[in-house]
Structure formats: structure tokens, C-alpha cells
């Protein structure tokens, strides 16, 4: 059965010749001795796919009696850590991970639950949420409750339940019913029904979305975009954006977020770690090609010339070629 967590754009595919005993003996190695071997947990660990990841963990602790990730967090440190952690940590529970942290402590990464929110198919959705419960005892949607409000959190809270159609085939008839009861509920009356805009926008499937925004434009001559920005504001506003922006294309969506990670001074190590490994088996590739037709240089550049060290490496090895 293939895996929700594979696509076909992935930079890292499963190793050929792949032996979880082997590989696991290596990585004690590395980890064992006086100073750690990182060139042997970096070539292994980016060059396995995270089913084989998986193995390796599982064969770890069988053979060492103690967990991989443990020993990876005792003798690495800094950004290295993090993203080695992550590398050997199932999708569902990675992402899981991520929602916790995006709503810890004072403030909420609004960002970040957008982010991923916005991208994760239903069926992701729904091993996101039951990865959650497993690891917290508590109900992702019981935790977006409590740290979110008003449109913002009804919204986040559709989504967190994994609802949307994930259907390739379109419905002209009722694209053109949906743009027209958009219309109604923003730029053809005073104030906004919020609701119907969370309840279409959440969901439809994406390519139905595409071919309700065309029918949007027909009818008010401005596109969606334009509206959700004069009718709507505060996380909510970039919460709809950011589904219109993904159902047109998430690879574009996640280029501007790395680019916006990479940018400025100081990067944003959680979404940088958290869009490489999360999309290095799904559409990276794409991803990859969206940058550099954004900004006119490639991702592994931007990557080199604004990290260093061991973890410079092993972000453009996830990365997996220069455009």
C-alpha cells in the first residue's frame, strides 16, 4: 500500500541496497565513540527514505535497547539536533510535534499552524490527529480551541478535522454556485459572512477551488485574493489567503515560506527543518523549482549561504541538487 506520505516529487527515495542492522550498527558507532561521527549519521540519515528510517530506529533499540532519537538528542546539539530528530521521527507525529510547539507557551505560531494546516491532505489530517492524541492524551482540535479565537479558529478547526474533498475530478456547475454565494457573502453585501468563506474554502478540493476562483473573477471581475484582503483581516485573512495560495499551488506556497525563512538576518531554523524533511519525499523537487522561478536563485544556494557547519550539510543533501 503506498504510503500518504509519499508523493512522486521527492528528493529522498528508498536506498537500494538498504540493511536497518547494518546502518543501525554504523550509527552506534558514530554515536558511540569519543566525539560523534556526524559524516556517518548525516550520509545515512539523508540517504534513507523515512520508512527505512523507521527500520533503522526499530532495529536500534532492539539491538541497543535504548531509542535512536534519544541518543541523537544526548550527543548532537543546536539546529544539527533538531533536524536529526526530525529525520528519524514518523511524519504524522513530526507534524504533531510541530502543532504543539506552534501553540506552546506564550504566543501561537500562527504561521506555522496555518502552514501546515493549509498543505496536509485529509487523510494526513486525520494520522496528524490521531499521532496527537497518541503523543499528548489531548484532542488537537481541543488544544486549537483553546489557543485560538473567533473565524481564525473555526476555520483551523475544519481543517484540523481532515474534511476536505480530496477528489480530482470538478463540478463546473457547482464552481460557478460557489463563486456566486462567495460573491453574495463578501463583495455583494455589507459586512462578510465569514462562515460561508471558511465552509467553501475548507472543504473543497483544490482543483475545484482553481475553477471556483475563475468563476469568482467572471462574476466580480477581481480575483479572490483582492476580496479576501478588503473584506477580512488579522489571521484569519492570511489564513484564507494562504488556502487560496495552496490550492493554486503548494509547491509555490512552501517556496515563499523557506524563502521567507531564509531571508533577512537570522533564519527561522523551525520552518526551514520542519518544510525540508516534511516535503522531501512528497514535492520537494517542485518546490525546489518554484524557488528558483520566484527568486531567480536556487534553494541550495540560498541554503549554503545561510547556514554552515554540519547542518548546512545535511539541508542541502535533503535538498538534493542545485538548480
Known sequence: ??????????????????????DAEAI?????????DEKTLI????????????????????AYGKELKGD???????????????????PAVFDAKQLKKSMKGTGTNEDALIEILTTRTSRQMKEIGQ??????????GDEISSETSGDFRKAL?????????EGL??????????????????????????????????LRSFPQLKLTFDEYRNISQKDIEDSIKGELSGCFEDLLLAIVCCARNTP??????????????????????????????????????????????????????????????TLVKICGGDD
Not at 548532537?76 to 526530525?86: P, R, W
Open 131 to 140: 499521532a496527537y492524541y497518541t503523543v499528548y492524551k489531548k484532542s488537537l
Open 157 to 165: 478547526l475544519t481543517l484540523a478535522d481532515g474534511r476536505r474533498d
Open 72 to 90: 541523537l538528542k544526548g550527543d548532537l546539539s543546536g539546529h544539527i539536533k533538531c533536524l536529526m530528530v526530525a529525520l528519524v521521527t514518523p
Open 43 to 62: 550520509s545515512i540519515l539523508t540517504e534513507r527514505s523515512n520508512a527505512q528510517r523507521q527500520l533503522i530506529a526499530k532495529e536500534y533499540q532492539a
Open 28 to 36: 552506534h558507532k558514530a554515536i558511540r565513540g569519543i566525539g560523534t
Open 1 to 22: 500500500m503506498a504510503s500518504i506520505w509519499v508523493g512522486h516529487r521527492g528528493t529522498m527515495r528508498d536506498y537500494p541496497s538498504f540493511s536497518a542492522s547494518v
Open 169 to 202: 475530478k470538478v463540478d463546473e456547475q457547482l464552481a460557478k454556485e460557489d463563486a456566486q454565494i462567495l460573491y453574495n457573502a463578501g463583495e455583494n453585501r455589507w459586512g462578510t459572512d465569514e462562515d460561508t468563506f471558511t465552509e467553501i474554502l475548507c
Open 252 to 313: 509555490a506556497f512552501l517556496a515563499k515560506r523557506l524563502h521567507q525563512a531564509l531571508k533577512g538576518a537570522g533564519t527561522d531554523e523551525f520552518t526551514l527543518n520542519r518544510i525540508m524533511v516534511s516535503r522531501s519525499e512528497i514535492d520537494l523537487l517542485d518546490i525546489r523549482a518554484e524557488f528558483k522561478k520566484q527568486y531567480g536563485y536556487s534553494l541550495h544556494s540560498a541554503i549554503e549561504s545561510d547556514t554552515s557547519g554540519d547542518y548546512a550539510v
